[in-house]
C-alpha cells in the first residue's frame, strides 16, 4: 500500500472521516517556530505585533472544523449511529431513544441543590468561569446561583411579565426564557432524555445542539449522582460551549430565535 493510500478494509467511520477531511480546506499552520527564532536572533520587539493576526489562522480552522463536524453529524450513517444512544456534549449527557424518567406534572420548574438567588454581579464575583449575557434579551430578571461555592451553576432567568419577588430563596415562578451557565470541562452536569435526534449546528467557530421538543432533565451532583427531585420537562434547548462556558438556553420559541439570543452572547 503506497504511503498516502487509506486501506478501505478498516473502519467505515475513520474511511469516511478520511474521505471527506480530503474536500476540508484548512489554512496552513503559522510559521510559529521560525518566528519565535527570528525574535530571539534580532531581539525584534515589533515581530509580536506582526503576529497578533495568527489566532484568527487558528480561528478560522476552529470554525471550518465545528462546520465539519456538525456535517458529519448530518449527513453520515456512521457518524449518527455513533452517537445514537448517548451524546456528551460540554458538560452535558444526551440520552437519545432511551427510557426516560418520570416527570412531576405540576410544574417545568425544580430548584438545583443550594439554589438561591444573588444578584448579576455576585454571580460573576462567585463562579469560576465567564457568564454570558445574551444582548438580545437583555439583564436577566433573576439571577441565581446553585451547588456550593463556587456555584456549579449560574441559571438567568427572564420573564415577560413582571418577575416574581427575587428574594434569597429559589424562585419557583416558571421563566419565560432560562439559560443556565457552567464550566463546559468539568463532568456532566445535566441529562437530558429525548426521544429524538438532537440536531447539530455550527454557530461560526462554535458547535452547538438544538433539541426541538420538550424533555425530561435531571441534575447530576458533583458525585456524579443524578438528583431526581430536581427532574423537570425542559422547554426546547440549544446547547453551546463558549470559551470554556456551556450555555443552555431553553425557551418556547423556535431554533432561528434561539441562534440569534446565543450568537449575542457576549
Same mark, same amino acid.
Given at each position: 500500500?503506497?504511503?498516502?493510500?487509506w486501506?478501505?478494509?478498516?473502519?467505515?467511520?475513520?474511511?469516511?472521516?478520511? $474521505?471527506?477531511?480530503?474536500?476540508?480546506d484548512?489554512?496552513?499552520?503559522?510559521?510559529?517556530?521560525?518566528?519565535v527564532?527570528?525574535?530571539?536572533e534580532?531581539?525584534?520587539?515589533g515581530?509580536?505585533?506582526?503576529?497578533?493576526?495568527?489566532?484568527q489562522a487558528v &480561528?478560522k480552522a476552529?470554525a471550518?472544523?465545528a462546520?465539519?463536524?456538525?456535517?458529519?453529524?448530518?449527513?453520515?450513517?456512521?457518524?449518527?449511529?455513533?452517537?445514537?444512544?448517548?451524546?456528551?456534549?460540554?458538560?452535558i449527557?444526551?440520552?437519545?431513544?432511551?427510557?426516560?424518567?418520570?416527570?412531576?406534572?405540576?410544574?417545568?420548574?425544580a430548584?438545583?441543590?443550594g439554589?438561591?438567588?444573588v444578584?448579576? $454581579?455576585? @454571580?460573576?464575583?462567585?463562579?469560576?468561569?465567564?457568564?454570558?449575557?445574551?444582548?438580545?434579551?437583555?439583564?436577566?430578571?433573576?439571577?441565581?446561583?446553585?451547588?456550593?461555592?463556587?456555584?456549579?451553576?449560574?441559571? &438567568?432567568?427572564?420573564?415577560?411579565g413582571?418577575?416574581?419577588?427575587?428574594?434569597?430563596?429559589?424562585v419557583r415562578a416558571?421563566?419565560?426564557?432560562r439559560i443556565? $451557565?457552567?464550566?463546559?470541562t468539568?463532568?456532566?452536569?445535566?441529562?437530558?432524555?429525548?426521544?429524538?435526534?438532537?440536531?447539530?449546528i455550527?454557530l461560526?467557530?462554535?458547535?452547538?445542539?438544538?433539541?426541538?421538543?420538550?424533555?425530561?432533565?435531571?441534575?447530576?451532583?458533583?458525585?456524579?449522582?443524578?438528583q431526581?427531585?430536581?427532574?423537570?420537562?425542559?422547554?426546547?434547548?440549544?446547547?453551546?460551549?463558549?470559551?470554556?462556558?456551556t450555555?443552555?438556553?431553553? @425557551?418556547?420559541?423556535?431554533?432561528?430565535r434561539?441562534?440569534e439570543?446565543?450568537?449575542?452572547?457576549?
Open positions: 500500500m503506497a504511503e498516502h493510500e486501506d478501505k478494509s478498516t473502519d467505515p467511520l475513520e474511511a469516511e472521516l478520511y $474521505e471527506l477531511g480530503r474536500y476540508l484548512v489554512p496552513p499552520a503559522p510559521p510559529v517556530v521560525a518566528a527564532r527570528a525574535r530571539l534580532t531581539g525584534d520587539p515581530s509580536a505585533r506582526r503576529h497578533r493576526a495568527w489566532p &480561528l476552529a471550518i472544523a462546520v465539519f463536524v456538525a456535517g458529519l453529524l448530518v449527513v453520515s450513517p456512521q457518524v449518527r449511529a455513533a452517537v445514537a444512544d448517548l451524546l456528551r456534549f460540554a458538560g449527557e444526551i440520552h437519545q431513544n432511551g427510557e426516560e424518567p418520570p416527570v412531576p406534572a405540576d410544574s417545568r420548574y430548584p438545583l441543590p439554589e438561591r438567588v444578584t448579576l $454581579e455576585t @454571580a460573576r464575583e462567585l463562579a469560576d468561569f465567564r457568564i454570558l449575557v445574551p444582548t438580545g434579551l437583555g439583564e436577566p430578571d433573576v439571577v441565581t446561583v446553585a451547588d456550593g461555592e463556587p456555584p456549579r451553576v449560574v441559571s &438567568l432567568l427572564y420573564y415577560d413582571a418577575a416574581p419577588s427575587a428574594g434569597p430563596t429559589p416558571d421563566p419565560d426564557v443556565d $451557565e457552567f464550566h463546559g468539568i463532568s456532566p452536569v445535566f441529562s437530558k432524555y429525548v426521544d429524538a435526534k438532537a440536531e447539530p455550527a461560526g467557530a462554535y458547535l452547538a445542539f438544538w433539541i426541538d421538543q420538550p424533555h425530561p432533565v435531571l441534575y447530576v451532583d458533583r458525585n456524579g449522582e443524578f431526581e427531585e430536581t427532574t423537570r420537562l425542559s422547554g426546547p434547548s440549544l446547547i453551546v460551549e463558549m470559551g470554556g462556558t450555555v443552555r438556553i431553553e @425557551a418556547d420559541f423556535g431554533k432561528d434561539a441562534i439570543v446565543a450568537r449575542s452572547l457576549g
